[in-house]
């Protein structure tokens, strides 16, 4: 819930300028998920923020959800479903570099949907969509993750890299790509204070080379 909510607030001032309604639920037990980190709150940082660029008016809700598989395994699902303009399923180029859904309008480099599903590959999940035009869109991802005991503690999440568990305070590296030069210097400075090195650049033909 913490990691959530710390992402909600990097794009707060948008949302209430938009007057957009916005919630977080949890579903299943409260356990503690290993999962990188990183990787983790770059997908959802990706996600949400195309949630609040395209949705102009009504809501944006973030689900999540744990199943226990055993003691020490399960499955964790993440929901972010918006209100905006949606896409057709037609549209094949969805998760491709440097698509945008023709919602150019909105500039942006149009690379988050292909990182996203990039970083959740790497952390063997998987990431779909679902959207009617005009009815807003719903991203999922799903994966598999080594949790606690059976014993319920609050939710934490801890990197998990080459079987090592690395604290959420340790260093590490975020790219921000954005055409606008106030967005990214508003990103960088929230996570710095998170502890977390940001690299910027203001097209996807540069981050790609980075």
Do not use: W
Not at 109 to 132: N, R
Not at 146 to 156: F, G, H, I, K, T
Request: proline residues 1%.
């Amino acid at each position: 819930a913490t990691l959530i909510q710390s992402i909600l607030a990097m794009f707060l001032t948008t949302i209430k300028s938009k007057g957009l309604y916005v919630s977080y639920k949890h579903k299943g037990p409260s356990v503690e998920i290993f999962v990188d980190i990183l990787k983790l709150k770059q997908v959802i940082i990706n996600l949400v923020s195309n949630a609040v660029k395209f949705t102009e008016s009504g809501s944006i809700k973030i689900r999540t959800e744990t199943r226990l598989e055993g003691c020490n395994s399960g499955l964790v699902t993440l929901t972010v479903r918006d209100t905006g303009p949606g896409f057709s399923d037609q549209d094949k180029k969805l998760f491709a570099y440097f698509e945008q859904l023709g919602h150019r309008n909105y500039g942006g480099s149009g690379l988050g949907l292909a990182i996203s599903k990039k970083l959740v590959e790497l952390m063997d999940g998987t990431i779909t969509a679902q959207s009617e035009v005009g009815k807003g869109s719903t991203f999922t991802v799903k994966l598999r993750a080594r949790l606690n005991d059976c014993n319920s503690q609050p939710v934490v999440s801890k990197n998990s890299s080459d079987n090592n568990n690395i604290s959420e305070c340790d260093l590490g590296n975020i790219l921000v790509v954005d055409d606008n030069t106030l967005n990214r210097k508003t990103l960088a400075i929230y996570l710095a204070k998170q502890n977390l090195h940001c690299m910027e650049a203001e097209d996807g033909k540069l981050a790609v080379k980075m």
